[in-house]
């Protein structure tokens, strides 16, 4: 190992420039740009034939029977809640981005969060089936950075108790439960199109379903809950995608195996060089099943590297790497929903909370940008010791 000095020490940052911690793949606008020219010459920017393409393509992607394209992964987990007619309480993780629960207490749902898993960082399907109540209504799984969550066990214990299982999938394309796209399980699975994404409309979101009465709930739900004849089924609002998201969304679809072969050769390379450090650790993904790697998450025992999480990351962007610390605040810990996580047990939650570093990853990441980060982690862990007494 190098001897050179962190950059928090007066040594030279691996890089001049600073790395961001994600970077869009985007197909080359010459494969969109006859579509793009129709949707501005026709005027039919929404609503029309380039959004039903990209549903037909999605639905074959995921191998489910219908999918709704949405205004964000957001409008479609309320959307969905709201369609399944979700009332009382949804068990759903605490380790999660907001979203997922804030479209449950969107449609009136009260969260009750479990634990999860500190390897995986999904929920522990353990104590899911322990904090159901006669009061429960739902299961609220996520793909937590795209690591499929254990679904045929959820479905099993949906299905003793006669609940709903839903998922949040924002991170779920290009992920594989069992060998099968993520999509078809549970009673619905919503997925991000947001530019962090491997596939991205820019924005937006889509619904996965088999359950067709669902489906059309969600068509009608889009649309304000207007039926077709101006009239209001139920209180919908505008969750459209426009044509544009569409176009871009299908041909993004379309690189969407390249994205994620790729990212899962550059998460093997990150494992071998960072798991050989004290105290570092990758998310773990079962054999039988793949994560897309929308993130690439690490934990950190302080006590065996030397440094906390926040340290390292100030010591990564004296470097010039950008991280982030998802999820810190937990949600259970937000000031919105505080008051639903009283006298929650989360200890695995807390600990990750504090303990993880989402680092750079992208689809098309240029070897020079692994390197510099393993080596960057590789100078704090062999400094941890004078980083800790003069940082």
Request: proline share 5%; glycine share 8%; net charge negative.
């Amino acid at each position: 190992m190098s001897e050179q000095l962190p950059a928090l020490l007066g040594g030279d940052p691996v890089f001049a420039k600073r790395v961001p911690m994600v970077r869009p793949s985007l197909p080359p606008f010459a494969e969109m740009e006859a579509e793009v020219r129709d949707i501005m010459t026709s005027g039919m920017l929404t609503k029309s034939k380039y959004l039903r393409q990209f549903e037909e393509v999605a639905a074959e992607q995921l191998q489910v029977k219908h999918v709704v394209a949405v205004s964000s992964c957001t409008s479609g987990l309320m959307l969905s809640y709201q369609s399944l007619g979700l009332k009382g309480d949804v068990i759903v993780p605490s380790f999660t981005f907001m979203a997922t629960v804030s479209a449950a207490v969107w449609v009136g749902c009260r969260p009750v969060f479990v634990d999860v898993d500190k390897h995986s960082t999904n929920s522990q399907v353990d104590k899911i089936e322990a904090a159901i109540t006669p009061d429960t209504t739902a299961i609220l799984a996520v793909h937590n950075f795209g690591n499929p969550a254990r679904c045929d066990e959820l479905e099993a214990i949906a299905q003793k108790h006669s609940l709903k299982l839903i998922f949040d999938a924002a991170h779920g394309l290009g992920s594989l439960y069992h060998g099968k796209p993520v999509g078809s399980q549970g009673d619905a699975q919503c997925f991000s199109l947001s530019p962090t994404k491997l596939v991205t409309g820019g924005e937006g979101g889509i619904v996965a379903t088999n359950n067709s009465a669902l489906a059309e709930a969600l068509l009608v739900g889009r649309e304000y809950g207007n039926n077709g004849e101006y009239d209001s089924a139920f209180a919908g609002f505008n969750a459209r995608m426009p044509e544009f998201n569409a176009i871009l969304a299908r041909h993004s679809l379309g690189m969407l195996e390249q994205a994620v072969t790729e990212r899962n050769r550059l998460v093997r390379f990150f494992r071998e060089r960072l798991e050989a450090l004290p105290g570092i650790k990758c998310q773990s993904i079962a054999k039988e099943d793949r994560s897309s790697y929308k993130d690439l998450s690490i934990t950190v025992e302080e006590s065996e590297f030397g440094l906390s999480r926040d340290r390292i990351r100030k010591a990564l962007l004296a470097e010039g790497i950008d991280t982030c610390s998802y999820y810190d605040p937990p949600v259970h810990r937000q000031t919105a929903y505080r008051h639903f996580g009283e006298g929650a047990d989360l200890p695995n939650t807390e600990w990750l909370s504090k303990s993880s570093i989402s680092l750079p990853l992208w689809s098309k990441m240029d070897p020079i940008f692994p390197e510099g980060i393993c080596l960057a982690m590789e100078k704090i862990a062999q400094h941890a010791k004078q980083i800790r007494s003069t940082t």
